[in-house]
Every structure is written in structure tokens, then in C-alpha cells.
């Protein structure tokens, strides 16, 4: 199992990223993905899930509005959009999915949020 997250970067407040997770060595569309993010000195949270079809998403309420999960079974692909930015909203964002009771996480993409 393997987990490519990318799409990071640097933006002005106000400004979009769209990130991307690439999922290998599992079948995709049997899973449901989750988006976690990390910021300095903080624990990880929970910004957003979707079901294995993506019928289905929730997001934290911090970013409710302005992020959208959503997935690509055929290219075995997540995302989350990032819109409305926030200084906030600068930390590592990972992509996991949990298999069999074991999470597997993504190495990271840096998002920084600065004028």
C-alpha cells in the first residue's frame, strides 16, 4: 500500500490548492480515504472523509465551506480542494485510508498560508 500526496505549497490568504493522494497496491474504489492535517506544535485532525464510492463526505466544521473532498476510483485518486485559505490553515496534510483495522498514512504536503 502506498500513499502520494502532492499539490502543497505556498499561497495567499484567500487563495486555492487543489491537493492530490495517489493510492497504490490496493483496490481504491473498496475504501474510503480521509484527509488529516498537522500544524506546528498541534496534534493531527481530521479535516475531511469520503466513502469507497464517494457517495458520501464529511469535513470538519473548520473548513466546511471552502475545502470539498472528492475521489477518482478510475485513476485511484483522492483530492481535496482548498479554497478561501486561511493563515490557520497552514500545516502538513496527509492523506490516509484504513485497511483491515491499519492505517496507512502518505508522507505529507506542505500547505502555507502567508501573505
Known amino acids: 500500500v502506498q500513499l502520494v500526496e502532492s499539490g502543497g505549497g505556498l499561497v495567499q490568504p484567500g487563495g486555492s490548492l487543489r491537493l492530490s493522494c495517489v493510492a497504490t497496491?490496493?483496490?481504491?474504489?473498496?475504501?474510503?480515504m480521509s484527509w488529516y492535517r498537522q500544524a506546528p506544535g498541534k496534534e493531527r485532525e481530521l479535516v475531511a472523509g469520503?466513502?469507497?464510492?464517494?457517495?458520501?463526505?464529511t469535513h470538519a466544521d473548520s473548513v466546511k465551506g471552502r475545502f470539498t473532498i472528492s475521489r477518482d476510483n478510475a485513476k485511484n485518486t483522492a483530492y481535496l480542494q482548498m479554497n478561501s485559505l486561511k493563515p490557520e490553515d497552514t500545516a502538513v496534510y496527509y492523506c490516509?485510508?484504513?485497511?483491515?483495522?491499519?492505517?496507512?498514512w502518505g508522507q505529507g504536503t506542505q500547505v502555507t498560508v502567508s501573505s
Open positions: 469520503i466513502t469507497s464510492g464517494g457517495g458520501s463526505s
Open positions: 490516509k485510508t484504513r485497511i483491515r483495522s491499519y492505517d496507512y
Open positions: 497496491g490496493f483496490t481504491f474504489s473498496s475504501y474510503a
